[in-house]
């Protein structure tokens, strides 16, 4: 408990005065991971929306695969993308190997299954209610997913926030291709790792209230902007 | 909304990092990075070149490994029968000591094994092994793994083959184990330098130093340009002359914790 | 297009027969009421002349002239109507679109037919938080927008309370006498009677009796017929 309570000390002190490297990594952390939610989302949510519209053989077995992916361990990922991004790697030669890029890469892959799997779920839900008026509207699939894409759109903030969290609070894959360098990979939960090996508890820990914190302020703005555009738009 | 916050915060990245100015990428050991030293010496060095030394920390095998790779353009790490065997396999161009610091036994203060006021390191070994003591091992194949397995071949017993349920790997770097350890109050090799800044230490102390066993001597190495055609020659030839060269010594020497310095420098003095 | 044909029509789903052997052509003019008892498969029957749903075996056949894009062809408006997430304009708005109607011309129909259902004064309210009774005039509007040659109607007042259905009706009268031909269905003997021309007594998934509207309230031939009447169906 005492240790508890000196983490919530750190991280008020810490966040009390300004302290320039603590910002320096809550900023790289958000860039990091709102980039790679944005590309996963990009990429994740037509996948969704291809898979609650469409029919094809197969299908099942698809969405059984993105549900599983969804508990891809984090260091797998973080691995194989090390093994395509080193100088010995097919991805070598674009030398990104330890740069906030690459732990763009690694988280996008990461949350990928996680927007594609829970925006099909919301998409195919809202598909079972849309399905007979958009075919009698002579809606063809390709017009159908987009329209599914819309008119989810606020339940899907939530799909992509929880992808969000994902990225924001994975260590795994990020220190493996990131390297935790000081000033240049080094995001919220590396740090946390780091300030563990050394045995300063107390900082890990405020470190970690301080992530904490962001990611449920960032959740609150979210949830507060859903629920108004809901009660507008039913 | 995530869209374009997205989009602006891909914008502020420039593609390849914050790579405003040269740099280059040393493969290092968690030693060296979590005792702090970095941040004391390469500071001195960006000022002098303005040349940016991004450091990645890992166990010295896993540095080693990244050298092999080509993923580090300098590696500066501690076991020397592994750092020969990366020169004379061409990976490295050659191999530069650099400082030594040394390992330290630490332990519970009320040392159930009885190994405290001795600097026979084997000794105590063998003390804890038939006393069958919790003995935290990082067997991660790092500089001090291999040279915790070599003292325990020296005290006679051939780890981690002969292991029993008291030797507990734990796999992860020196911070991790010291973690481990202090919860387990269990025996450890540590390097000096993390021992002295960590700080989760619970009951646990030096118990055997200054045995000439424990001796850890970090050297620096260039990677194999002709090797590895995109490792920066010029900014990490320039990074090992420094830091061999007396301004860098001095720098090495003048880092100190508690008034307690962590490493002595000792380029050229010594072979090995 | 019309008239409608049907041929030995067969619907089944997992063995059990929906549909059984439906033979009837269906001519423009005459408000259609296909009525019956629940369960006697009125929707489906109506989701098989739409092109929902794909026979077991027999045949639909539009046998008249193809409608060409701008008008014409068939439209549906469904027991639940389905409201897309956007304002009541952009829901009518959406299926000229689908029937690759220019966006002008999409606007201008789109603002007189909310004029001519009475939704003017909410063409710019979000289509969700309209009352249920507004909402199935939006659909009809949605529908009657494409100036289809042949209307569907599933039970459009089944879950409207008096007056909103009467509102209904008045608007499907409108839309009758704008040329449209109108096929319903219904189990609401009042409605059948102040809207039907001709009535098509399905029971059981067959077709038991089809007669004119005024013949079949006065004298039902079959005795299926007669029970529903007097309120022994369900």
């Not at chain 1, 894409?149 to 795994?172: C, N």
């Not at chain 2, 001195?44 to 095998?61: C, D, H, N, S, Y």
């Not at chain 3, 092109?51 to 027999?58: F, N």
Request: glycine letters at 10%; a positive charge.
């Amino acid at each position: 408990m005492e240790e508890l309570r000196q983490a919530c000390l750190q991280a008020l002190a810490l966040i009390g005065r300004l302290d320039s490297q603590l910002f320096e990594i809550v900023v790289l952390s958000l860039q990091v991971s709102l980039t790679a939610v944005t590309v996963a989302a990009v990429i994740g949510l037509p996948i969704g929306a291809a898979l609650a519209v469409e029919c094809f053989r197969g299908r099942q077995a698809v969405i059984v695969l993105f549900n599983a992916l969804m508990g891809l361990p984090p260091v797998v990922v973080g691995l194989l993308v090390y093994l395509l991004l080193s100088r010995a790697g097919p991805l070598g030669p674009l030398g990104i190997l330890f740069t906030p890029t690459a732990m763009i890469i690694a988280q996008a892959i990461l949350i990928i299954p996680i927007i594609g799997a829970l925006s099909r779920q919301t998409m195919e839900d809202a598909w079972r209610e849309y399905e007979e008026q958009l075919r009698s509207l002579g809606a063809k699939r390709l017009t159908a997913a987009s329209t599914l894409l819309w008119d989810t759109r606020f339940s899907l903030v939530t799909v992509v926030l929880a992808g969000f969290g994902r990225a924001v609070a994975e260590v795994g894959a990020v220190i493996i291709v990131g390297g935790n360098i000081d000033g240049v990979t080094r995001v919220m939960t590396t740090a946390i790792a780091l300030e563990t090996s050394k045995g300063d508890l107390p900082l890990a820990l405020g470190l970690g209230i301080i992530l904490v914190s962001l990611v449920i302020a960032l959740n609150a703005a979210a949830s507060l902007i859903r629920e108004a555009a809901l009660r507008r738009y039913g | 909304m995530f869209i374009a916050l997205g989009l602006t915060c891909a914008a502020l990245i420039p593609p390849g990092g914050w790579a405003q100015q040269r740099f280059i990428t040393v493969a290092s050991t968690t030693s060296t990075e979590q005792s702090g030293l970095f941040k004391h010496i390469l500071p001195m060095f960006q000022k002098k070149t303005g040349i940016e030394v991004r450091v990645v920390a890992l166990g010295t095998g896993q540095a080693l490994d990244m050298g092999r790779r080509g993923d580090a353009d300098v590696v500066f790490v501690h076991d020397q029968a592994a750092e020969e065997k990366f020169v004379a396999d061409g990976h490295g161009v050659k191999r530069l000591p650099v400082m030594y610091n040394d390992f330290v036994l630490i332990g519970p203060r009320n040392d159930p094994a009885k190994v405290k006021d001795g600097r026979d390191i084997t000794g105590a070994f063998r003390k804890i092994r038939t006393a069958q003591a919790p003995f935290v091992s990082r067997s991660d194949k790092s500089g001090t793994h291999a040279a915790e397995l070599r003292l325990w071949r020296l005290a006679g017993t051939d780890m981690p083959a002969s292991k029993g349920p008291w030797y507990r790997e734990t796999g992860s770097g020196m911070g991790p184990a010291l973690n481990t350890a202090s919860s387990l109050n269990a025996y450890i090799l540590a390097d000096r330098g993390t021992w002295l800044s960590f700080k989760n230490r619970g009951e646990l102390a030096i118990l055997v130093e200054g045995d000439n066993r424990l001796f850890n001597q970090y050297g620096v190495i260039l990677v194999n340009p002709a090797k590895h055609k995109h490792v920066k020659k010029d900014s990490g030839q320039s990074f090992i002359d420094w830091i061999v060269s007396p301004e860098g010594q001095n720098a090495i020497a003048g880092y100190r914790i508690n008034n307690e310095r962590l490493f002595f420098p000792n380029a050229g003095r010594r072979s090995g | 297009m019309l008239p409608l044909e049907l041929r030995d029509l067969c619907f089944a789903i997992n063995g059990n027969t929906i549909i059984d052997r439906i033979s009837v052509q269906i001519e423009d003019g005459p408000r259609t009421i296909i009525l019956g008892p629940n369960g006697a498969g009125k929707s489906v029957l109506m989701r098989l002349c739409h092109g929902l749903l794909k026979p077991t075996s027999g045949t639909v056949a539009w046998t008249g002239r193809r409608p060409n894009r701008r008008s014409g062809g068939q439209a549906m408006v469904f027991q639940r109507p389905v409201m897309l997430r956007r304002s009541a304009l952009r829901n009518v708005m959406y299926g000229l679109k689908l029937a690759g109607v220019s966006r002008t011309e999409c606007e201008l129909r789109a603002h007189d037919v909310l004029d001519a259902v009475g939704l003017s004064h909410v063409a710019h309210h979000p289509a969700r938080v309209l009352s249920g009774g507004e909402q199935q005039r939006l659909a009809l509007a949605r529908a009657w927008a494409l100036g289809p040659e042949v209307l569907f109607l599933d039970e459009p007042t089944a879950n409207l309370d008096p007056g909103a259905a009467r509102e209904i009706e008045s608007i499907i009268g409108a839309i009758h006498a704008s040329g449209a031909k109108i096929i319903m269905t219904t189990h609401n003997l009042g409605q059948a009677r102040r809207l039907g021309d001709e009535i098509l007594f399905i029971n059981q998934g067959r077709l038991t009796e089809r007669s004119s509207a005024d013949r079949f309230f006065r004298e039902p031939a079959s005795a299926e017929a007669t029970a529903f009447l007097r309120g022994e169906l369900p």
